[in-house]
């Protein structure tokens, strides 16, 4: 089924790094495509320097992303790039349609013009629900976007189906939940939280400001996640999945557990900023993962408390390394 040859869009993202990680050690010879931006950070995947292969290429730029499946003839394409950031998505909303939509179409042409054989997963999202139509949301729940992200997905994920419908490719989209890790973007709500949570400890920081606390996700742990990307990519038919834990839990929750751990009161630090609550809220958002256990075999692990955890820790980790402070208690130097 496979020549053990992979491409990641999106390679020094949270779920590229992961999923470089998961397929080197399958015996991959794995490819990432980064843009050329003097800001790339490729932080992520500095730890496996040497064992990736980098190319140049852009998903706004059709040509660049045909010349590169042509150069390394991969027989499996992970399509993780976006402009994935929900808030940005109104400020640059023509942006994120370029690459969070349109950008999708470029890559499955280039898969349908080089090698109709090469197998194709794209990255969908729970923000396709947005204003849900049913509780718990499952691979059948009617989508009703309420962010530009959220449209642009929709998109992404129909073009999919559109392209292994009209071309008969192996094409998949997983629909995946709220998924978290130490690696998660700081301008996410969750380690926007850890993080500050582990400068408050160190004496770093004094308040937390966030938006909505009530909102309710289905959060899970990145790592895991990314098996699931290559699971569907490794069966017999193109089927796509819901991925998630089956679990919801607010920020507020996520602000407890966080600040329990390392022996804080929020009520000393949280407050409520106006500048961070979206102009359409998506409220609840909770995966019936049902299908992906039954089929695929795969399942969340990772308790949330766990989640949680774990991303403070190693946010606590990182700044004691890099700041020369000591946990102690707030205002510790």
């Known amino acids: 089924m496979s020549n053990g040859r992979a491409l990641i869009t999106g390679v020094t993202g949270q779920d590229g790094s992961y999923l470089a990680e998961l397929l080197l050690e399958k015996g991959y010879e794995v490819h990432g495509v ?16 040497g064992k990736l292969q980098l190319h140049q290429a ?12 042509q150069e390394v003839q991969p027989a499996e394409v992970y399509n993780l790039a976006a402009q994935s950031f929900v808030p940005t998505s109104w400020t640059q909303p023509t942006l994120t349609g370029e690459f969070t939509a349109l950008g999708v179409t470029r890559v499955l042409e280039a898969v349908r013009t080089i090698d109709p054989a090469t197998r194709f997963y794209q990255a969908s999202s729970s923000e396709m629900y947005g204003k849900v139509l049913e509780t718990p949301q499952s691979e059948t729940t009617p989508f009703y976007p309420r962010s ?11 073009i999919t189906v559109n392209y292994r419908e009209s071309y008969d490719l192996f094409a998949v989209s997983g629909i995946l939940f709220n998924h978290e890790s130490p690696r998660r973007g700081r301008e996410f709500v969750t380690r926007k939280i850890s993080e500050t949570v582990a400068k408050i400890k160190l004496g770093l920081a004094d308040e937390l400001k966030l938006g909505n606390l009530d909102a309710k996700r289905d959060w899970g742990y990145a790592k895991e996640y990314v098996e699931a990307m290559w699971m569907m990519l490794q069966q017999d038919e193109p089927v796509d999945y819901v991925i998630g834990t089956g679990e919801q839990h607010t920020p507020q929750e996520f602000v407890d557990v966080a600040f329990a751990h390392v022996g804080l009161d929020p009520k000393d630090f949280v407050g409520v900023d106006p500048r ?3 102009p359409a809220e998506v409220e609840t958002l909770l995966a019936d993962p049902k299908k992906a256990e039954t089929e695929l075999g795969w ?6 408390a766990e989640l949680v955890q774990l991303m403070v820790d190693s946010d606590i ?10 946990r102690g208690g707030p205002g510790t130097r």
């Open 34 to 49: 980064v843009r050329r931006s003097s800001s790339e950070n490729y932080e992520r995947i500095a730890h496996l320097e």
């Open 317 to 326: 980790e990182a700044l004691e390394k890099s700041s020369g402070t000591r």
């Open 148 to 158: 530009p992200y959220g449209v642009a997905k929709v998109y992404g994920h129909y």
């Open 276 to 278: 961070f609550l979206r």
């Open 58 to 69: 852009d998903l706004l730029d059709q040509i660049s992303l045909v010349s590169l499946m």
């Open 299 to 304: 399942r969340a692990q990772i308790p949330f």
